[in-house]
């Protein structure tokens, strides 16, 4: 079955009580046993709850996974993918890399001996220099938040097979309609389904999906251990949101392209990292691992802060905010925002300079969209 199809019924027969065509919210903690000996399928709802048990069994089908599991928020996955790791073991990660994760690694990670060396992002041999003996896994971003930078997933996970480490992929800006990293290789693929699954900006979520065994069984122990678990309710809104991501990821690439190919023209504008134009430096490779390009695009502005400001402030239709993936445009500063907890010098070595600015292109109309942003950088305003 093909990608759409799945989203819509896969994992979410009709229920077999009432015929209800969608999942129904199972709001209860708990279920009653047969007796003191046997339980139903479900007996505590941190442990499975059968909201969440569709959500799972979707998003593993729609990365061609053969285990999904669901957290209350994309770090919550991102600390339980890393729990396959042990004190003294080394990690590889992209240096260009959602804040959150480098947290993860710094603040979490490094004090209970797990330490984490950076890759460039953009070339294999990058992450291959940073390989010690202790390196037990390589954690790509791919698109990177936020310069749109690219890994080689399929060689890398050669790399990993061939060297005895593992590779983790944040899927989150390329949503599995665009990439799927276990196809290409990977041992572990994780999401903020906050996003693009999500997609409607109305609840946080995260996941983890894996083919592999033993990776699912640690992962799905933490799960019931550490007890990062999502709502039923908040199940219930991602697979409604999963239903329309082929729609979606369409449309917000579509309009994605059209505003990178108009602000690449435009003289305010420095330069546009985007991975479906061919001015893109690894366009080629954003062909071969992805079927699509995704609707996150950042720009550099020649006029440095000062027209970052300008431009947050005339935009009427993008909003000022710090997520992404959602139905409407958003507009954030990356120095300011989200790496805003990062030192100067750590801005610095991620190449994050205060003429940054990222576009998380929603699905309103194009020329609605492109009109907002000309109008927005070509009235100067003072601040
Ligand atoms: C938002 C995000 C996360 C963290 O997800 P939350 O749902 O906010 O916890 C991780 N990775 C990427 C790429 C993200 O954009």
Known sequence: MQFETIAIHDGQAPDPHTGSVTVPVYQTSTFEREDLEHHRDFFYSRIGNPTRKALESTLALLENGRFGLAFASGVAATMAALQVLKPGDHVVASNDIYGGSYRIFEQLLRPWGVTTTYAENETTESYAACITPET???????PSNPLLQLSDITALSELGKRQGFLVAVDNTFASPYFQRPLDLGADIVVHS???????????????????NPALHTIIKNYQAA??????????????????????????????????????????????????????????????QQMSGFGGMLTIALKGGLPAVKTLTANLK??????????????????????????????????????????????????????????????IPISI
């Open 193 to 211: 389904t906050t996003k693009y699954l999500g997609g409607h900006s109305d609840v946080i979520g995260g996941a983890v999906i894996t083919s």
């Open 226 to 287: 550490a007890g990062a678990i999502p709502a039923p309710w908040d199940c219930w809104l991602i697979l409604r949101g999963l239903k329309t991501l082929k729609i979606r990821m369409k449309e917000h690439e579509a309009n994605a392209l059209h505003l990178a190919g108009v602000l690449e023209q435009h003289p305010a504008v420095e330069r546009v990292f985007y991975p479906g134009l061919p001015s893109h430096p690894q366009h080629e490779l954003a062909k």
């Open 136 to 142: 037990k896994l390589i954690w790509l971003e791919t």
């Open 317 to 378: 239709l993008f909003i000022l905010a710090d997520s992404l993936g959602g139905v409407e445009s958003l507009i954030a500063s990356p120095p300011k925002m989200t790496l805003g907890a990062l030192s100067p010098e750590e801005r610095r070595r991620r190449r994050c300079t205060d003429n940054l600015v990222r576009l998380s292109v929603g699905l309103e109309n194009a020329a609605d969209l492109e009109a907002d942003l000309l109008n927005a950088l070509d």
